[in-house]
């Protein structure tokens, strides 16, 4: 029978759920093989522990797969703010980073310790709220060539009763062309109508799409579970990481590319100082990068060239795997969700149209930050799909755990064991019912425009979890913030989107993603 962690009652729990978990009320036990992992992979992104915390509060636990001790479902307020508040001691699983190296490779999505710290201050610059303001007219750029491509497509339909469009690779194409140029100074005309199907743009999607679409096959379930279980395994070649592989030779090579470039202007920069007035350094993550390298600059510590690479790579495959998506891939997916949930509620569309025309066509940075409608437009499509839909730590030391929720016969702390592998459904936190009342699970951005005591809101950026919390949250999350706001307002100024009634479900692959028969993909009507 599923434990709740303190034992309640698992009536209480089948009152709440629908008919097709029924199986699970009446089966007297998790499976003896699979635990209750492959019945929360079979169901929609986090669905069940959205059930089960509803039922069991916001600790309980569930029978891993393959004989591995139990898991520690946490969507407790206080015990996650405590979890990610100390991340030098809640890590990453260990088991899992030869697997996140071999992808990802050294970067700081991979570092702990004393090299995190440093990679992350290294890059922190990056991403300061001067260093995202200058980004602004490359954001515009690629938005406004997206609303071109995409009403010229819908001008160019021969239907008189509209179009039909899968939104995903258009807007994929748009943020890579935007990572590109903000973190590379690097063109990859991702967006360009005569794509060249061999080009680097091209051969990014298709690896993307290959990595989704084996994400929703049965291996996706089998692979993780075989590493945990014997990690010897991550040095045998899988297809997963080969596929990967792929990915990361391509961008290794544009990194190389880039590098040199940079190394270039960097030597040219220097012979010519003495005689010129100081050069402007460009403040792209590699040249950010680069500097951290020049002889005399202790500040951080020398990043090696390897290092160097994989944070290159890290841009393009950002949070891949482990919290999963590309830099671009994790703000092109929440686009699309938003767009889909604007689609199905013309009314707040609408509204939200007659918002950004309000300032007429020119939508500059100052004007986008006047916006009340979109912020809550963007951050309630923050809320209902975090792209990242759950996380995993595990502590490096015996710890105690604070509790919000004080438990029968447990009190208001939990004693957890060195090494308890513990989940975090991003998802169940950002739909609790107990922090955003009975409406949790619909789309509705007025509820950021009411009066509400801050305080009364989760921890993590307005009270949601979708960039993380703590010291490891998201690095890009003021760049992805306002280049969704950008894309929106731009497309959403021109183009009406309709709902084309597919039914689509959220599924974590590696990232959350729009499925729709079995297939990646969100298609809206024009
Ligand atoms: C809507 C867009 C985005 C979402 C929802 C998102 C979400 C997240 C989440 C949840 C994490 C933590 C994952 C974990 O610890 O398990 C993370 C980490 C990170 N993200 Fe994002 N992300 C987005 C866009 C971006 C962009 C555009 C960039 C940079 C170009 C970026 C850079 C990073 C970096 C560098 C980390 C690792 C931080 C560290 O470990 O210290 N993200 N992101």
């Not at 029978?1 to 089948?14: A, D, I, P």
């Not at 750029?141 to 491509?149: F, G, K, T, V």
């Not at 030391?397 to 459904?425: F, W, Y």
Request: charged share 20%; aromatic share 8%.
């Amino acid at each position: 029978m599923l434990q709740g962690y303190f034992g309640q009652n698992v009536s209480k729990m089948c009152e709440s759920i629908n008919n097709d978990l029924k199986w699970w009320c009446t089966s007297p036990f998790a499976s003896w093989l699979w635990g209750h992992e492959l019945l929360i992979f079979q169901h929609a992104a986090a669905q069940l522990h959205s059930i089960w915390a509803r039922s069991f509060g916001g600790m309980y636990k569930i029978k891993g797969a393959l004989f591995h001790p139990d898991i520690i479902i946490a969507t407790d307020d206080a015990a996650v703010h405590h979890i990610f508040a100390n991340s030098d001691l809640y890590v990453k699983s260990p088991v899992f980073r030869p697997l996140i190296m071999n992808i990802l490779g050294k970067g700081v999505i991979w570092a702990e310790g004393k090299d995190w710290h440093r990679q992350r201050k290294v890059l922190s610059p990056a991403f300061s709220p001067e260093s995202v303001k200058e980004m602004v007219p490359a954001i515009y750029e690629c938005a406004e060539r997206l609303e071109r491509n995409l009403s010229n497509l819908i001008l160019d339909s021969s239907s008189k009763d509209g179009k039909t469009l899968n939104i995903v690779h258009y807007i994929s194409a748009c943020t890579l062309d935007i990572i590109g140029m903000v973190g590379l100074s690097h063109s990859f005309s991702a967006q360009s109508t005569e794509a060249d199907p061999n080009s680097d743009a091209a051969q990014i999607r298709n690896s993307w799409d290959d990595l989704v679409d084996m994400g929703l096959r049965p291996l996706a379930f089998l692979a993780p579970l075989i590493v945990r279980a014997i990690p010897a395994v991550t040095r045998v070649p899988l297809p997963l990481p080969h596929s990967q592989g792929a990915v990361k030779r391509i961008v290794d090579r544009i990194g190389q590319k880039i590098l040199d470039r940079e190394r270039g202007e960097s030597k040219a920069e220097s012979s010519t100082q003495e005689e010129t007035a100081p050069i402007t350094r460009s403040r792209d993550i590699i040249s950010l990068l680069l500097h951290a390298k020049q002889p005399g600059n202790d500040a951080h510590g020398a990043l090696t060239d390897t290092q160097i690479l994989d944070n290159v790579f890290r841009l393009f495959l950002d949070c891949l795997y482990n919290c999963s998506m590309a830099g671009h891939e994790t703000t092109a997916t929440t686009l699309t969700f938003t767009l889909w949930d604007l689609a199905r509620q013309p009314a707040i569309q609408d509204r939200l149209r007659a918002e950004v025309l309000s300032h007429g066509r020119d939508l500059s940075y100052d004007n986008i930050q006047k916006l009340e409608f979109l912020d809550a437009v963007l951050k309630e499509g923050l809320r209902l799909h975090p792209v990242t839909a759950q996380t995993e730590r595990v502590p490096l030391q015996d710890h105690v755990i604070p509790l919000s929720t004080p438990v029968d016969g447990i009190g208001v702390t939990l004693r957890i064991k060195k090494g308890q592998v513990i989940h975090i459904p991003f998802v169940s936190l950002n739909t609790s019912p107990h922090a955003w009342g009975p409406t949790a699970s619909v789309f509705n951005p007025s509820r950021w425009l009411e009066e509400s005591d801050p305080a009364s809101r989760p921890h993590g950026w307005n009270g949601l979890l979708s960039f993380s919390d703590g010291p490891r949250n998201c690095m890009g999350w003021k760049l992805a913030v306002l280049e969704m706001k950008i894309i929106l307002a731009t497309l959403i100024r021109s183009i009406v989107f309709l709902d084309t009634g597919a039914v689509v479900e959220e599924k974590i692959s590696p990232g959350l993603q729009p499925i729709v028969g079995g297939k990646a993909e969100c298609c809206l009507y024009f």
